[in-house]
């Protein structure tokens, strides 16, 4: 989600591949077939069985309602909709692969990730991942801790999103870890460098609270609904703004950029990406949320070698409560370079 809670219901569907769909309207030559029997001559694809079972797990739809009766009988003109999840992800395999830590005990492992590193496998990332690379720092007795395909995961950053993060070691801190991302108790502060600056009536320091959900024209996107709408979950970012860069540049009388801090409250899916863009002030380096007009002309102001090939985000700051000792920790990640090097360069603005 920046910081996806898997401990929450609605963080657990964020990695997933949507489903693939398949639809069609019974002929008149198949009515009073059985419908697992129609389906699987209508998907060649589909084994029986897989029909079967997709009808028994509430896949399929007869004219919008869920049909989980696999011998129905079939009318003329009814339309049927299957949805297929994707394969199970295969095991993930340990890899050596660097990890910069800044605590390990028997229960936990915190680590500074970099952008760019996945953290953990799916379709396009199967390898490469901080999951990987856990299990070979950790070993085979990470593979019993948590969901098959993340193990040890409790809550993530996107890939391109640096810093820092805990994994889970044990069951004991898997559960430990788990409701105090429910309860919300776990502090999570990230610095953010923003294209030019809040829009009225948003000012320096606020908090944004817009429900989000997928986005219904590209679901790798997330997007602000309505309070009321059905989709989506609430979602809650306090900002303060740091400094200004770039005041009347290009005749705007505005900041060209904005550094800032970023709390959560929730963490669902590019909240903080989505919530700025929502107040005018996406993220630099964004190409999702943040490809504006503004945004490519800041990017022209800056020499060629700071140009971020991902958002401006990182995870400065994680605090929890030890699950087996109940000491509150706090750990920070410094920023990396290439965040450094885009402070410098917007100073010179």
């Not at 028997?106 to 799916?122: E, F, M, R």
């Not at 990470?142 to 193990?151: E, F, S």
């Not at 044990?170 to 108790?185: C, H």
């Not at 970012?237 to 900041?255: D, H, S």
């Given at each position: 989600?920046?910081?996806?809670e898997?401990?929450?219901?609605?963080a657990?569907?964020?990695?997933?591949?949507?489903?693939?769909?398949?639809?069609?309207?019974?002929?008149?030559?198949?009515?009073?077939?059985?419908?697992?029997k129609?389906?699987?001559?209508?998907?060649?694809?589909l084994?029986?069985?897989?029909?079967k079972?997709?009808?028994e797990?509430?896949?399929?739809?007869?004219?919008?309602?869920?049909?989980?009766?696999?011998?129905?009988?079939v009318?003329a003109?009814t339309?049927?909709?299957?949805?297929?999840?994707?394969?199970?992800?295969a095991?993930?395999?340990?890899?050596?692969?660097?990890?910069?830590?800044?605590?390990?005990?028997?229960?936990?492992l915190?680590?500074?990730?970099?952008?760019g590193?996945?953290?953990h496998?799916?379709?396009g990332?199967?390898t490469?991942?901080?999951?990987?690379a856990?299990l070979?720092?950790?070993?085979?007795?990470l593979?019993?801790?948590?969901?098959?395909?993340?193990?040890g995961?409790v809550?993530?950053l996107?890939?391109?999103?640096s810093g820092?993060?805990?994994v889970?070691?044990?069951?004991?801190?898997?559960?430990?870890?788990g409701?105090?991302?429910?309860?919300?108790?776990i502090?999570?502060?990230y610095?953010?460098?923003?294209?030019?600056q809040?829009?009225?009536?948003?000012?320096?320091?606020g908090?944004?609270n817009?429900?989000?959900?997928?986005?219904?024209?590209?679901?790798?996107?997330?997007?602000?609904?309505?309070?009321s709408?059905?989709?989506?979950?609430n979602?809650?970012?306090?900002y303060e703004?740091i400094?200004?860069?770039?005041?009347?540049?290009q005749?705007?009388?505005?900041?060209?950029a904005?550094e800032?801090?970023?709390?959560?409250?929730t963490?669902?899916?590019?909240?903080?990406?989505?919530?700025?863009?929502?107040?005018?002030?996406?993220?630099?380096?964004?190409?999702?949320?943040?490809?504006?007009?503004?945004?490519?002309?800041?990017?022209?102001?800056?020499p060629?070698?700071?140009?971020l090939?991902?958002?401006?985000?990182?995870?400065e700051?994680?605090?929890?409560?030890?699950p087996?000792?109940?000491?509150?920790?706090?750990?920070q990640?410094?920023?990396?370079?290439?965040?450094l090097?885009?402070?410098a360069?917007?100073?010179?603005?």
């Amino acid at each position: 989600m920046e910081d996806d809670e898997f401990a929450d219901v609605e963080a657990l569907d964020a990695p997933d591949v949507a489903p693939s769909l398949q639809e069609v309207v019974v002929p008149q030559e198949a009515a009073g077939e059985r419908l697992d029997k129609f389906l699987s001559e209508a998907f060649p694809a589909l084994s029986r069985s897989r029909i079967k079972h997709l009808i028994e797990a509430a896949r399929v739809y007869r004219d919008g309602v869920k049909e989980m009766n696999v011998s129905a009988k079939v009318k003329a003109g009814t339309h049927y909709r299957v949805e297929v999840p994707p394969p199970e992800p295969a095991e993930p395999q340990a890899e050596n692969i660097p990890l910069s830590i800044l605590y390990e005990d028997a229960h936990v492992l915190v680590v500074d990730k970099p952008a760019g590193l996945s953290v953990h496998p799916a379709p396009g990332n199967w390898t490469g991942t901080l999951v990987n690379a856990v299990l070979w720092h950790a070993g085979d007795s990470l593979k019993v801790v948590g969901a098959t395909g993340r193990p040890g995961i409790v809550h993530r950053l996107d890939m391109d999103t640096s810093g820092v993060m805990v994994v889970c070691k044990s069951e004991f801190a898997l559960a430990s870890l788990g409701r105090q991302f429910q309860d919300r108790t776990i502090s999570r502060r990230y610095r953010a460098f923003g294209v030019g600056q809040p829009k009225a009536p948003w000012g320096k320091a606020g908090r944004v609270n817009a429900r989000l959900a997928r986005d219904p024209r590209d679901r790798k996107r997330m997007a602000v609904v309505a309070d009321s709408a059905s989709a989506g979950k609430n979602a809650a970012t306090n900002y303060e703004i740091i400094k200004r860069f770039g005041i009347g540049l290009q005749g705007n009388p505005g900041a060209a950029a904005t550094e800032m801090v970023c709390v959560l409250e929730t963490g669902r899916t590019h909240q903080i990406r989505v919530h700025m863009a929502h107040i005018g002030m996406p993220l630099i380096g964004d190409q999702v949320y943040g490809d504006t007009k503004a945004a490519r002309a800041l990017n022209t102001a800056l020499p060629e070698e700071v140009r971020l090939k991902r958002q401006a985000l990182h995870a400065e700051t994680l605090a929890f409560t030890h699950p087996a000792t109940s000491e509150r920790m706090s750990f920070q990640s410094d920023l990396p370079e290439d965040l450094l090097a885009l402070r410098a360069a917007l100073s010179e603005l």
